[in-house]
């Protein structure tokens, strides 16, 4: 619920620094290692927005996979099931985890007060 609430926040100033309106989409890169159920969060989302000026909003998540690469065999190595190796089960050698931590607000979509449809990026 934390998390939904503050990229509700997140998206209510930036929609505030570009005059005002009614938000009606967000998307989102969530990963695998970043410890947060896409389905959750999109539900912690719905309950934020409910009864708000913007009710109704979407919430968008993009699943970003996590990645492992062992460097001695040039090769990209699959997860075990229920864990993350740390080390090639072919060389022994550590692996290179890459990607998978992302929580990022991707862009959101916004109806201005002056009813003209905006958009703003990704906030800073």
């Known amino acids: 619920m934390g998390i939904a609430l503050e990229v509700y926040r997140t998206c209510r100033r930036t929609i ?7 938000l009606s989409r ?22 934020v927005v409910v009864g708000g000026p913007d009710e109704g909003a979407e919430l968008a998540v993009e699943w ?3 990645r492992q690469f062992c460097a001695a065999c040039g090769q990209a190595k699959a ?20 990607g998978g931590d992302e929580l990022d ?6 109806e201005s007060d002056a009813e003209e449809p905006g958009a703003a990026g990704r906030p800073g």
């Open 26 to 47: 967000v998307r989102m890169a969530v990963g695998e290692l970043a410890a947060v159920e896409p389905e959750l969060l999109v539900y912690a989302w719905e309950a």
């Open 79 to 98: 997860r075990a099931s229920g864990s993350w190796l740390r080390v090639c089960p072919d060389c022994g050698l550590p692996l290179e985890v890459s």
């Open 64 to 66: 970003r996979p996590a």
């Open 105 to 110: 607000v991707l862009d959101l979509s916004f």
């Open 16 to 22: 505030e620094e570009h005059g005002g309106g009614r």
